[in-house]
């Protein structure tokens, strides 16, 4: 299976190992063509304005909405805002794949990254694993089509709506696979 990675900036080299880790090929997306040749779509953490400022000028917003309506999209951090239907502090063209509203750096500055214990259910097993948080965004509403999947402080961490999901921190990080594999592989058993 091919699953693409957004690679017009940020971290998203991590991305590509996790995805080799658990046999998936990574490819990395640069222009909105190459999305035709993959089944589902990473958006890494990185700076969003400026991802945001590129998908613009290579015309990426169209296609990728389009993308997602057949297949899974996963968004780390940066990755969350721009899956999000709108983004509370800034002027941000977000692809409205989540109904979520996001503040970005909600958590913080720099200053506040941290890496704190998040424990989930997926599949019917219980997980532990750590959630590095840095310059996260906070999800600050949500609607009644997200599955919250995860919460810490009452914040709503990992979010799922559809076959797409989003999380506020960077599981890529800490070499942390559970995540894509549920969304790339289960994607057809975790609906
Ligand atoms: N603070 C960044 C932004 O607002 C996101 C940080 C990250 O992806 N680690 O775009």
């Known amino acids: 299976m091919k699953i693409g990675v957004l690679a017009l900036q940020g971290n998203y080299k991590m991305h590509n190992y996790v995805l080799e880790s658990i046999g998936i090929k ?39 909405q389009s993308f997602a ?42 200053i506040n990254s941290n890496t704190v214990d998040i424990e989930f259910e997926l599949n019917n097993m219980n997980y532990t694993i750590p959630g590095s948080f840095i310059r996260a965004p906070k999800i600050v509403s949500y609607g009644d089509s997200i599955k919250v999947l995860a919460m810490s402080d009452e914040t709503p961490i990992i979010v799922k709506n559809k076959q797409h999901l989003g999380i506020s921190f960077h599981p890529e990080l800490d ?6 594999e549920y969304i790339f592989i289960g994607a057809t058993t975790n609906k």
Request: net charge negative.
């Open 175 to 180: 070499n942390i696979s559970i995540l894509h």
């Open 69 to 110: 309506n057949d297949y899974p999209v996963f968004g780390t951090c940066a990755g969350l805002i721009l899956m999000s239907e709108k983004v509370v502090d800034t002027e941000l063209e977000s692809l409205g794949l989540l109904d979520v509203q996001v503040e970005r750096n909600g958590y913080g500055r720099q």
């Open 26 to 64: 990574p490819v990395n997306v640069r222009y909105p063509y190459e999305l035709d040749n993959v089944e589902g779509l990473v958006i890494p953490g990185g700076e969003s304005t400026t991802m945001s400022i590129l998908m613009n000028r290579m015309g990426f917003y169209k296609p990728l």
